[in-house]
């Protein structure tokens, strides 16, 4: 009577009725296991991947209620559908199993067609229960994210929309007398500075929307890595100030990627470091011994602790929260230096110590084209 795929765990003390399940349950895509009592079923249920399990109430070591307990105590198991066998038909005994979360019973003897439906009927309810359950998640998840995103948005696009109505608003007014005195310079700076921080927030959550989505392709071409990564540091200088001069760059390695991705990602791995990492020290190109390219960003900051990598690889997190936070942005640097980098096969990597922290883009040695060793040749 079953007709789909089935892991079954049989969990009785009478090796009669362990019997008959085999028998009765018995089919080509359904694979039954029995247990002789609860100890036994637990180990069991611990170290495989079942679809349903019947137990027993009265057994010894231990009984059925116990084991129920357990499943539902344990993270891993508290899905788990589970049907109760009982010679009992007293209320007591029924409610119970399911206060401690059977999702249904049987009572002996088993009227083993019945119970075939009822296994059936019972997997079938929880699976679509599961995926009720993950809907609801990823809708309050999807929620809590938009909620963030525009709490984010209407923050950070303020602050330099504001820059741009007021200056451009001091410029109109000629605040400081005719348009030809020399502080309007200043001014249309600010203006300028402002729209590419706007821009650069729009830019980034379409990047990373449509990366996300699969909707954009990679656009791969030949490139110098030490060639994009230079351009990046430029492009950071002009926003931040002077960088360091401690820059190791393979200027003749050459590799297939997108170059603008590649770019972006880099861009956000020196700003990171530059805002969040007390400030760059180091930025290097070069080839592993493994053949790949790592691109290492260096800062003079303590470094990420693992919980803090994971919580700054989520899309709109930022490691100071808040409105109050120090740096701005849209929490999407480090993500997207991860898409980037997983999208060209390759990884991100986090290192602390001492010396402060490092981020490394990693590129695999199937992306390199030519190396020195190529040129000489």
Not at 143 to 172: D, Q, V, W, Y
Not at 175 to 189: F, K, M, N, Q, T
Request: hydrophobic letters at 40%.
């Amino acid at each position: 009577m079953l007709d789909e795929p089935l892991r079954v765990l049989v969990v009785d003390d009478d090796p009669i009725l362990r019997e008959f399940a085999c028998v009765y349950l018995s089919a080509p895509q359904v694979t039954i296991d029995t247990a002789g009592d609860g100890e036994e079923g637990w180990d069991r249920l611990a170290g495989g991947a079942y679809d349903i399990a019947l137990i027993d109430i009265e057994m010894p070591r231990l009984d059925g209620y116990g084991l129920l307990s357990r499943l539902r105590d344990d993270a891993r198991l508290s899905d788990l559908p589970v049907i109760m066998v009982t010679g009992r038909e007293d209320a007591i005994s029924i409610d119970r199993a399911f206060e401690l979360g059977a999702n249904s019973f049987t009572v002996k003897p088993v009227n083993w067609r019945q119970l075939s439906h009822q296994v059936r009927y019972v997997v079938r309810a929880a699976r679509h229960e599961r995926e009720a359950r993950r809907a609801r998640d990823q809708a309050v998840s999807l929620s809590r994210m938009k909620s963030e995103i525009l709490t984010l948005m209407r923050h950070e696009f303020r602050t330099p929309l504001n820059a741009i109505i007021g200056f451009s608003e001091l410029i109109e007014k000629q605040s400081l007398g005719p348009i030809g005195e020399a502080g309007y310079v200043d001014h249309a700076r600010f203006v300028r500075t402002a729209g590419e921080d706007l821009l650069g927030l729009f830019g980034d959550l379409m990047l990373y929307s449509s990366l996300s989505s699969n909707e954009r392709e990679l656009r791969e071409d030949e490139y110098a890595p030490g060639t994009v990564a230079r351009r990046a540091l430029s492009h950071v200088a002009n926003r931040h100030g002077p960088m360091p001069t401690i820059v190791d760059l393979e200027e003749k390695l050459t590799v297939f990627a997108d170059r603008e991705l590649l770019e972006r990602a880099i861009f956000h791995l020196l700003s990171n470091a530059v805002v969040h990492g007390g400030g760059l020290a180091s930025m290097s190109v070069a080839t592993a011994a493994d053949g790949s390219v790592m691109i290492a960003v260096r800062d003079r900051g303590p470094g990420l602790r693992d919980e803090q990598v994971s919580a700054c690889l989520e899309p709109f997190h930022q490691h100071s929260a808040g409105l109050a936070r120090r740096a701005g942005g849209l929490g999407l640097g480090l993500p997207l230096a991860k898409l980037a980098a997983e999208l060209h096969g390759g990884s991100l990597t986090f290192e602390s110590g001492e010396g402060g922290g490092c981020v490394s883009l990693i590129l695999p040695a199937s992306r390199v084209v030519r190396r020195h060793s190529d040129e000489a040749a």
